[in-house]
T-cell receptor, first 110, second 119 residues
């Protein structure tokens, strides 16, 4: 079946540096994409979203880029902080279903 | 912002018993609620989609008689794990989509999850 996947399982980043997390998706019918942050033992926390008619969206310290040509999604975190340490999931929505990618652990080194 | 509450947040039960997990939208009405399960260090896997007043739509490979879902009102959906076994131990997470017309129309909100341990 179609799936959403991530390239890197773990990303270690120095505090203050920028982080980039990548995600590949395969369902060309998906029209809405979301990045979530999940801390241990908690539910997913919304970070930022983007619709398929856009290729970039910025939030506070975060930017999501969408490349529909190669079905690629990325999340950029500026000036990474210790509180950014978590697992990050991309998710794609199509046909009223939200499917999650495999997750990427971000470890911020003080 | 909108809040989705799950109860219980954690539960331990004996093998063979049934466990009910509730998912409530506290300050908005939800036309659709989704149930996910998550194993350690893995992603969230969609189990089923429930719409108020109708039968849930289960994902392929999810046993509907094993995981009973009821969406009796616009603010409550329940997941019952019947005859639970140790392999059912997992983190169960619900999400709710806000009903059209409100301030959070169409937005999806997640609960904090319910950890089930079957002995």
């Amino acid at each position: 079946g179609e799936s959403v996947g991530l390239h890197l399982p773990t990303l270690s980043v120095q505090e203050g540096d920028n982080s980039i997390i990548n995600c590949a998706y395969s369902n060309s019918a998906s029209d809405y994409f979301i990045w979530y942050k999940q801390e241990s033992g908690k539910g997913p926390q919304f970070i930022i979203d983007i619709r398929s008619n856009m290729d970039k969206r910025q939030g506070q310290r975060v930017t999501v880029l969408l490349n529909k040509t190669v079905k690629h999604l990325s999340l950029q975190i500026a000036a990474t902080q210790p509180g950014d340490s978590a697992v990050y999931f991309c998710a794609e929505q199509g046909n009223n279903r939200l499917a999650f990618g495999k997750g990427n652990q971000v470890v911020v080194i003080p | 912002g909108a809040v989705v509450s799950q109860h219980p947040s954690w539960v331990i039960c004996k093998s063979g018993t049934s466990v009910k997990i509730e998912c409530r939208s506290l300050d908005f009405q939800a036309t659709t609620m989704f149930w996910y399960r998550q194993f350690p260090k893995q992603s969230l896997m969609l189990m089923a989609t429930s719409n108020e007043g109708s039968k849930a739509t289960y994902e392929q490979g999810v046993e509907k008689d094993k995981f009973l879902i009821n969406h009796a009102s616009l603010t409550l959906s329940t997941l019952t794990v019947t005859s639970a076994h140790p392999e059912d131990s997992s983190f169960y997470i619900c999400s709710a989509r806000a009903l059209a017309g409100g301030p959070e129309t169409g937005e999806l909100f997640f609960g904090e999850g319910s950890r089930l341990t079957v002995l």
